[in-house]
């Protein structure tokens, strides 16, 4: 809301050039000093009824798990082990009791915390609680869940602003879940 014109470094454009659409050193622009930086809808809460219940979104290239924990909070974190870097999901979504790591076993709970490794003996010392998933940003606006991967992004509902006030006459909390559909739209 304070500048007046595109990024610094954003191309000019004369005309909108199908390149724009299609080209991949233009999209990995995109994808950093845009998409990663700003909050994106993820899921609906619906879509996780029960604790344990996950989504893994992919939207930004990044693989981010979005989970219910035990007290029915949603959040999301980097769907990657702290040890190795492997996957704790493999599935776009489902449903766990607690989250672990097919390569050496480590075992998060659902808030994220680092519970167990499958022999403590081969890491002597390891503070565990230090390495407890990485979280993303996630907040609701209702029962829409967002995530951002900018940790200096606005809160949530700032950055809405003034949407939530104006839509609220629809009572968007009583909204729910139908259908999920994604369409892939073939190149040239």
């Not at 990024?7 to 990663?36: C, H, Q, S, T």
């Amino acid at each position: 809301s304070t500048r007046s014109g595109p990024p610094d470094g954003f191309p000019r454009l004369p005309r909108i050039p199908g390149g724009r659409y299609n080209d991949p050193v233009f999209l990995d622009w995109e994808m950093r000093a845009l998409w990663k930086r700003t909050w994106l809808y993820a899921c609906h809460s619906d879509e996780l009824p029960r604790a344990g219940d996950f989504v893994l979104w992919q939207a930004t290239g990044t693989p981010i798990l979005i989970i219910r924990g035990q007290e029915l909070k949603i959040r999301a974190f980097y769907n990657t082990c702290r040890h190795r870097g492997a996957p704790l999901v493999k599935q776009a979504n489902g449903h766990c009791d607690g989250l672990v790591c097919s390569y050496h076993g480590w075992t998060y709970a659902l808030d994220g915390e680092l519970v167990n490794l499958r022999d403590k003996r081969d890491f002597v010392g390891l503070d565990m609680a230090v390495h407890s998933l990485t979280a993303v940003r996630c907040e609701q606006f209702a029962n829409w869940v967002f995530v951002s991967e900018d940790p200096d992004a606005p809160p949530l509902m700032e950055y809405l602003d003034p949407f939530p006030a104006h839509f609220g006459q629809f009572q968007p909390e009583t909204f729910r879940f139908v259908h999920h559909l994604v369409s892939e739209v073939r190149g040239r």
